[in-house]
């Protein structure tokens, strides 16, 4: 089915389908709505199109990564990535900011890490605890049932954490982790005897079955490099669950090819549809539906309405807070080499694609207490597996030696990779630039971004930490300690947690959104991504960003049925 082929409006349209937009769909439609899903990229289906089992070395360049595949050729990412062809956005004088687009149905679920912890007390009200940024209108209590309920949803296997603003699911919701590999055993004994937590990941990748009628999911294998995709639906993206469920109700109109350039509004200032461009032949339509739900992704659904409304204010904005308190997740990566687990004996320790462990923040109370130069925490997440050695630990030597040397190095290099939390700050947002526009016409955010001391000072306590766990293994650091840590930083946006930019609040004067994402300003325009929040955490978004799209969701749909759209 077309929308040229409906008989009448949609009741919703949804804009995107990410993980918001997958779980609007899902929830909307099962509540009996008609929806009109419009995303920009082009169909996809990963049963069709991957190939998981191939080796990497059968990839162009080995797999090495471009400007257009940034993580390889056999990576899912489909015209997407930091660079999109004739999409570009800039940046303001003395900012380096890089915007992930993904441009393919399903967006960046097809390819993303998977790792899904819960936000906890202190991530929602962050200003109660260190009067820094602001709090949100919403509480955990508020998202904990919401969590419980995705988790048994997209599937997601780990354990007990037991630590401080780290909240545990109730157990129906999690399915067994896998064993921790060997060199994550060893990190883990080495952190814990230095005091260190170290707990089993949770990670949307099934490790039992999931039936479904029209969707069935397959537990993981073990053998493939998730980020290609996953024919079997072991690990959770919306083109192998949301987006065929919410299809088989015959509710859902997929479009895609259509890039979507503003919400169109009448007179009383509601919304009536959107207007997109055919991605294909250029050509320009509108569409009309009783309410908008727009889920293109942090910045490309505050373009939206930047570019919508009154020319220069945008849609939604009375606040003026459109565009502001954006971040994402500081970042930066350790490694080592450890002599103790050269040369041990084979076996499969792929397991489930990603870190089977991690280490959550624990330094909470010391936090508290004023012992540490930073406000807000982070994390490691580790890595460590056979795999062919980099040349760095490798000797000087040619022929069967280099053979040798290679099996003896492999699996003896391990990481760490740091993920914490950035504070908002008022030089960093997005706005218009009103010089340059893309190759539809649509003009383009400019992007102004700054890290403050508080994340400088906790990469450095960061790499102090790792660095002190590299030792006591015996390691060899292979990361250079002498460089300042704004130069081991990852640039903002190369963490691809970019969230803000539309923040929800308790007060219509200083916020774009209210608790349920639906627009102060626009009562049937509703906000399902990560533009709705009000502030970060270390914890990755996406768990986050799917409990707030589904209980967003299932409010429209009391809305709808309550008459409000009648
Ligand atoms: C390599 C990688 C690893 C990641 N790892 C993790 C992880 O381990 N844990 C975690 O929590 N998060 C991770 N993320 C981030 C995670 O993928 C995102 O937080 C999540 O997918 C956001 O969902 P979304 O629905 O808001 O946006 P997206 O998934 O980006 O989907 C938005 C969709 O909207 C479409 N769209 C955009 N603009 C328009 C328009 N104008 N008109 C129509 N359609 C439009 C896009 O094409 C896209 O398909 C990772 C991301 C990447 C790329
Ligand atoms: S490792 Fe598991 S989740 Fe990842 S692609 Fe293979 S089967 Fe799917």
Redesign the pocket.
């Known amino acids: 089915m077309t929308p040229g082929q409906e008989t009448a409006p949609a009741d919703v349209i949804i804009?995107?389908?990410?993980?918001?937009?997958?779980m609007a769909a899902y929830t909307l439609t099962k509540a009996g709505l008609r929806c009109l899903m419009?995303?920009?990229?082009r169909a996809y289906d990963p049963q069709a199109e991957v190939n998981m089992l191939a080796p990497e070395s059968d990839a162009p360049l080995r797999g090495s990564g471009t400007p257009d595949k940034p993580?390889g050729y056999f990576d899912a990412t489909v015209d997407?990535g930091w660079e999109v062809t004739g999409e570009p956005y800039t940046s303001a004088p003395g900012s380096d900011f890089k915007w992930?687009?993904?441009?393919?149905?399903?967006?960046?679920?097809n390819?993303?890490?998977?790792?899904?912890p819960r936000w906890g007390a202190y991530d929602f009200k962050p200003f109660s605890r260190d009067g820094l940024g602001v709090d949100w209108p919403i509480s955990y209590d508020d998202v904990a049932p919401f969590y419980d309920r995705v988790e048994k949803m997209i599937g997601v296997n780990g354990g007990p954490i037991g630590l401080e603003n780290h909240p545990d699911s109730p157990a129906e919701c999690l399915m067994p982790p896998p064993k921790p590999r060997i060199p994550e055993m060893l990190i883990k004994a080495t952190a814990e005897s230095m005091g260190i937590p170290v707990r089993a990941a949770h990670t949307a990748v099934l490790t039992r079955d999931m039936p479904d009628p029209v969707a069935p999911r397959a537990a993981c294998y073990n053998a493939s490099p998730c980020?290609r995709g996953c024919t079997i639906g072991a690990m959770f993206q919306t083109t192998t669950s949301f987006l065929p469920q919410a299809k088989a109700t015959g509710k859902l109109t997929v479009q895609t090819d259509?890039?979507?350039?503003r919400v169109l509004t009448d007179k009383a200032g509601r919304a009536t549809g959107v207007e997109?461009v055919d991605r294909k032949t250029g050509m320009r339509h509108e569409v009309k539906a009783k309410a908008v739900v727009l889920?293109?992704?942090?910045g490309?659904t505050t373009?939206?309405l930047l570019n919508s409304g009154t020319p220069g204010r945008g849609l939604a904005n009375s606040s003026g807070e459109l565009g502001r308190n954006l971040t994402d997740s500081t970042g930066a990566s350790f490694t080592a080499y450890i002599p103790g687990l050269a040369g041990r004996p084979r076996y499969n320790e792929d397991g489930i694609g990603?870190q089977h462990i991690y280490i959550p923040f624990w330094l909470y109370e010391q936090q508290k207490r004023g012992e540490l130069d930073f406000a807000r925490g982070y994390h490691f997440e580790v890595w460590g597996r056979f795999g062919v050695p980099s040349s760095n630990v490798l000797p000087r030597v040619w022929g069967a030696d280099l053979k040798k040397a290679v099996r003896q190095a492999s699996g003896a290099t391990i990481g760490m990779a740091l993920r914490g939390e950035m504070i908002p700050n008022k030089d960093t947002y997005c706005e218009i630039d009103p010089g340059v526009k893309d190759r539809f016409g649509i003009p383009v955010l400019r992007f102004a971004f700054r890290f403050s001391q508080h994340e400088i000072n906790q990469i450095a306590h960061g790499r102090k930490t790792a660095h002190a766990i590299f030792t006591r293994m015996g390691g060899r650091i292979l990361d250079d300690p002498t460089l300042s840590p704004e130069k081991i930083m990852a640039a903002g946006g190369e963490i691809?947690?970019e969230l803000g930019t539309a923040r929800m609040g308790a007060d219509k004067r200083s916020s774009v959104v209210d608790g349920y994402g639906q627009a102060w300003d626009v009562d049937n325009l509703v906000l399902m991504?990560?533009a709705i929040f009000a502030s970060g955490a270390h914890k990755?978004?996406?768990?986050t960003?799917l409990a707030l799209a589904l209980r967003s969701s299932e409010r429209l749909a009391a809305r709808f049925k309550s008459g409000a759209f009648a």
């Open positions: 804009v995107g389908s990410g993980a918001a937009g997958g419009l995303e920009a990229g993580f997407g992930w687009r993904p441009r393919m149905l399903g967006g960046r679920t390819h993303w890490g998977r790792h899904v980020t259509a890039m979507v350039s997109y889920a293109a992704g942090t490309e373009r939206l990603g691809i947690h991504d990560g990755n978004p996406t768990l960003i």
